[in-house]
């Protein structure tokens, strides 16, 4: 049975909870979390390795990870009760997954101890981009890569308020700046991916929204500089 940690909310930066599916399904598609998947080479990891997913929502790149052939030990880390509920109920049974409270920013997870972090779509989220990378650099074990996929940064102001984004998507230098700045090698990206995170335009705009979709990938160097 998967442990979920006891704690109050921290954030609440989505307010989507278990709504957060539905939603999801129309904007991208299995591509991001495939794309995130290989280029974390979690293939090349020991079997049992601890990997971290950050943001995990409701599930959608964890039901990856806990049914990999490499049996990982799975951490979902989520700051949204909602979401972290409905990750329980869709994935709870399985027993190689732990479902904690926390953000990027702020978490429980033990210094040192992922061979992998990584997440869908959770970089913006984190208002503090330093200290999320930061915090990712701490998680990680020497060697251990991350790996994430996330919205460039655009100027979408409905698209913003409507999924209770803190910020409109992330700007890829300033990611680059960030990973260097916590001591992370660059091994991929950040890049383009060819995918479009999309809506249909509402009622009070004509213009549909497409974001590209990027993918970074750092790494820990084996030992400290
Ligand atoms: C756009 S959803 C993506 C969820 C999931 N990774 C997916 O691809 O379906 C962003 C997620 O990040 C979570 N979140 C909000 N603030 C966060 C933070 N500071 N650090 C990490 N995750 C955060 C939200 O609760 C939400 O579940």
Not at 142 to 151: E, L, M
Not at 188 to 205: F, M, N, S, W, Y
Request: glycine share 10%.
């Amino acid at each position: 049975m998967a442990e979920v940690a006891q704690s109050t909310d921290p954030i609440d930066h989505t307010q989507l909870g278990d709504k957060w599916d539905p939603i999801a399904s129309k904007l991208y598609g299995p591509e991001v979390r495939d794309a995130v998947v290989a280029a974390a080479g979690l293939d090349d990891l020991p079997s049992g390795s601890l990997v971290v997913e950050i943001g995990a929502g409701t599930g959608f790149l964890t039901d990856a990870l806990v049914k990999h052939r490499k049996n990982f030990q799975v951490t979902a880390v989520e700051p949204n009760a909602g979401a972290r509920a409905s990750l329980q109920e869709k994935l709870g049974h399985w027993p190689n997954l732990t479902i904690l409270p926390g953000t990027f920013e702020d978490n429980s997870v033990a210094s040192g101890s992922a061979a992998c972090v990584l997440g869908t779509m959770t970089l913006h989220h984190a208002v503090d981009l330093d200290l999320a990378m930061e915090e990712t650099a701490r998680m990680l074990s020497p060697g251990g890569r991350a790996a994430f996929a996330d919205i460039k940064d655009h100027e979408y102001g409905n698209f913003v308020t409507g999924h209770y984004d803190p910020r409109p998507g992330t700007n890829m230098d300033d990611l680059k700046r960030s990973l260097e700045a916590a001591g992370l090698l660059l091994v991929d990206g950040p890049r383009l991916i060819g995918v479009d995170c999309t809506e249909k335009a509402k009622v009070e705009t004509d213009t549909d929204i497409s974001v590209p979709v990027f993918l970074v990938v750092g790494k820990k160097a084996l030992q400290a500089a």
